[in-house]
């Protein structure tokens, strides 16, 4: 299990009337969760679009526990549970201090610059294959 920690501000702008967090301003943070854990492994996606590979969604999940609100300071916990294939699931919390106010999970394909699933980059394997192997 690989797992990264960021931190996002809730700005104004993702809230709804109420000041409460509106339920889609969650995706963007779990891109952003996404983002850092990849590129905290050596994983930037910046690197692997310029080396012709692409992870569209699939698939994306979230459970709303607790409001977040304007303001907040939040935690994403990104987690990898199992080394990527095809595809790469991705876990989620979102937390407010130790409040947990949501989970969710999302799926990515490997796909080339044409759209077609491949496999990771042999790269990025050994990448994860040396970061499951370090949980050992």
Excluded: C
Excluded at 111 to 121: A, F, L, N, T
């Amino acid at each position: 299990m690989i797992q990264s920690r960021s931190q996002v501000n809730v700005r104004y702008a993702e809230t709804d009337m109420m000041g409460v967090v509106y339920h889609a301003n969650y995706l963007p943070w779990f891109e952003v969760g996404r983002t850092t854990l990849l590129k905290e492994l050596g994983l930037a996606y910046r690197q692997l679009e310029a080396d012709g590979y692409r992870l569209p969604v699939l698939e994306v999940f979230a459970k709303y526990v607790r409001p977040a609100l304007y303001d907040d300071m939040l935690t994403i916990v990104t987690t990898l549970t199992e080394k990527p294939l095809l595809r790469i699931r991705l876990e989620y919390e979102v937390r407010r201090g130790d409040e947990l106010l949501a989970t969710g999970h999302t799926v990515h394909a490997f796909i080339d610059r044409e759209g077609k699933p491949v496999r990771p980059p042999a790269a990025a394997v050994a990448v994860f294959d040396a970061a499951f192997r370090a949980q050992l």
